[in-house]
């Protein structure tokens, strides 16, 4: 059974199309928006899945040999053209030739590329290929389709959410001073992956953070007991089918000074307030702006990074929409499908980085939680 629908796909293809404008064609090399235009997840580890999406004819998709049954299951790109790793010294170049055999064959002379997804030699390739064309950067027309879910979609980043949830339950049952945080997040994974709904494809992550480390948010784990009198930063982080739900939790561990009580306290109130402000038609820097009101007149002005940002196909390798995130300058609205991260933060000298991160689906009327742990004062003895 495919991933998606086969109309979900063109609804897609529709969506992107409307946005082109001149351009004749997309030439879409990255991960994330290659499977957002094919259906097809490749994992490329060096080679290159490439999905050519023409305004005017049927799209064109990219693989090695060896993952034509993965694309005839779940792609309902039917003009497949595949490579093998003897056909040429760079699978890129030997990808990118299948490309621009299509190009050539649909005789297009505006090309759109995928400008933040593709790398220099690519780009050198083509317009090499095509020394009279006009080259295009259409990654926004592919971002515009994908910042607000579908319901197939948001069925997804429900089920993510839904499994990291237990993950993070089961790290709050099991945290005790002295107990180890990789050991904590091994458990974490086990739950995670006993959480997956069958028939669904998994990547699951937890880490964690104590005390100042918890600054530096993207840490992974050590083998260091969980200690008193500090903050611990617990993340756990989902995938389905690539669709990524985050939930993030900080706790206080035993008592703490009242410069960690107090920074706890601001955290909760810009997360809280920040939440609370989600609804269709509030621009994305009023989130911003609710969350770091609160910071900056509780004196923490270290605020690195905006207040969340839309989930939809993401990993640290890519994915991120550029004008998805909760930030100032960032003046678009919310619309109902919108699926987002709310986790405003300040590094506090002496505390670290506190924070709590929700998953919140923008409704028609306002926003649904779709993290379901506690998000209030967290405290282990």
Same mark, same amino acid.
């Not at 040999?65 to 993965?70: D, I, L, N, T, V």
């Not at 053209?81 to 040429?88: E, F, K, N, P």
């Not at 009279?132 to 948001?154: G, L, M, P, W």
């Not at 200690?227 to 089918?241: A, L, N």
């Given at each position: 059974?495919?991933?998606?629908?086969?109309?979900?796909?063109?609804?897609?293809?529709?969506?992107?199309?409307?946005?082109?404008?001149?351009?004749?064609?997309?030439?879409?090399?990255?991960?994330?928006?290659?499977?957002?235009?094919?259906?097809?997840?490749?994992?490329?580890?060096?080679?290159?899945?490439?999905?050519?999406?023409?305004?005017?004819?049927?799209?064109?998709?990219?693989?090695?040999?060896?993952?034509?049954?993965?694309?005839?299951?779940?792609?309902?790109?039917?003009?497949?053209?595949?490579?093998?790793?003897?056909?040429?010294?760079?699978?890129?170049?030997?990808?990118?030739?299948?490309?621009?055999?299509?190009?050539?064959?649909?005789?297009?002379?505006?090309?759109?590329?995928?400008? &933040?997804? *593709?790398?220099? /030699?690519?780009?050198?390739?083509?317009? $090499?290929?095509? %020394?009279?064309?006009? !080259?295009? +950067? =259409?990654?926004?027309?592919?971002?515009?389709?994908?910042?607000?879910?579908?319901?197939?979609?948001?069925?997804?980043?429900?089920?993510?959410?839904?499994?990291?949830?237990?993950?993070?339950?089961?790290?709050?049952?099991?945290?005790?001073?002295?107990?180890?945080?990789?050991?904590?997040?091994?458990?974490?994974?086990?739950?995670?992956?006993?959480?997956?709904?069958?028939?669904?494809?998994?990547?699951?992550?937890?880490?964690?953070?104590?005390?100042?480390?918890?600054?530096?948010?993207?840490?992974?784990?050590?083998?260091?007991?969980?200690?008193?009198?500090?903050?611990?930063?617990?993340?756990?982080?989902?995938?389905?089918?690539?669709?990524?739900?985050?939930?993030?939790?900080?706790?206080?561990?035993?008592?703490?000074?009242?410069?960690?009580?107090?920074?706890? &306290?601001? *955290?909760?109130? /810009?997360?809280?307030?920040?939440?609370? $402000?989600?609804? %269709?038609?509030?621009? !994305?820097? +009023? =989130?911003?702006?609710?969350?770091?009101?609160?910071?900056?007149?509780?004196?923490?002005?270290?605020?690195?990074?905006?207040?969340?940002?839309?989930?939809?196909?993401?990993?640290?390798?890519?994915?991120?929409?550029?004008?998805?995130?909760?930030?100032?300058?960032?003046?678009?609205?919310?619309?109902?499908?919108?699926?987002?991260?709310?986790?405003?933060?300040?590094?506090?000298?002496?505390?670290?980085?506190?924070?709590?991160?929700?998953?919140?689906?923008?409704?028609?009327?306002?926003?649904?939680?779709?993290?379901?742990?506690?998000?209030?004062?967290?405290?282990?003895?």
């Amino acid at each position: 059974m495919s991933i998606f629908t086969p109309s979900e796909i063109m609804r897609r293809w529709d969506l992107v199309r409307d946005h082109l404008g001149e351009s004749e064609c997309a030439v879409v090399p990255s991960f994330h928006n290659s499977y957002y235009l094919s259906g097809f997840p490749m994992i490329q580890w060096g080679r290159w899945a490439i999905t050519v999406l023409f305004r005017d004819h049927d799209p064109v998709l990219t693989i090695p040999g060896f993952e034509a049954s993965g694309a005839s299951a779940h792609s309902p790109i039917r003009d497949v053209r595949l490579y093998r790793d003897d056909d040429g010294p760079s699978s890129m170049r030997t990808a990118t030739e299948h490309a621009i055999a299509a190009i050539r064959q649909r005789r297009c002379r505006v090309i759109g590329i995928e400008g &933040r997804g *593709m790398p220099a /030699a690519m780009y050198v390739q083509l317009s $090499t290929a095509f %020394p009279d064309a006009v !080259f295009r +950067d =259409v990654t926004d027309a592919i971002e515009e389709a994908r910042i607000a879910s579908s319901a197939e979609e948001i069925a997804y980043l429900r089920e993510a959410s839904k499994v990291a949830d237990a993950g993070m339950k089961a790290i709050l049952e099991q945290m005790r001073p002295g107990t180890s945080e990789s050991l904590l997040c091994a458990d974490a994974h086990l739950v995670m992956a006993r959480a997956v709904s069958d028939g669904l494809e998994a990547h699951t992550n937890c880490y964690m953070q104590q005390g100042e480390r918890s600054a530096q948010c993207h840490r992974g784990s050590t083998s260091a007991p969980i200690e008193r009198g500090q903050i611990v930063e617990i993340v756990c982080e989902s995938e389905i089918w690539h669709y990524q739900a985050a939930i993030e939790r900080c706790v206080l561990v035993g008592s703490a000074s009242e410069k960690v009580e107090r920074a706890y &306290r601001v *955290m909760l109130d /810009a997360f809280k307030t920040a939440k609370e $402000t989600v609804r %269709p038609g509030v621009r !994305f820097a +009023d =989130v911003d702006a609710a969350a770091r009101r609160i910071l900056l007149d509780a004196g923490y002005e270290n605020i690195t990074t905006g207040t969340g940002l839309v989930r939809n196909i993401l990993h640290h390798t890519g994915g991120r929409i550029e004008f998805g995130n909760l930030r100032p300058r960032n003046d678009r609205t919310l619309l109902p499908g919108m699926v987002l991260t709310i986790e405003p933060w300040a590094v506090v000298a002496g505390v670290g980085g506190p924070r709590h991160c929700d998953m919140v689906l923008v409704t028609g009327e306002g926003h649904e939680a779709l993290s379901r742990v506690e998000a209030g004062l967290l405290r282990v003895p």
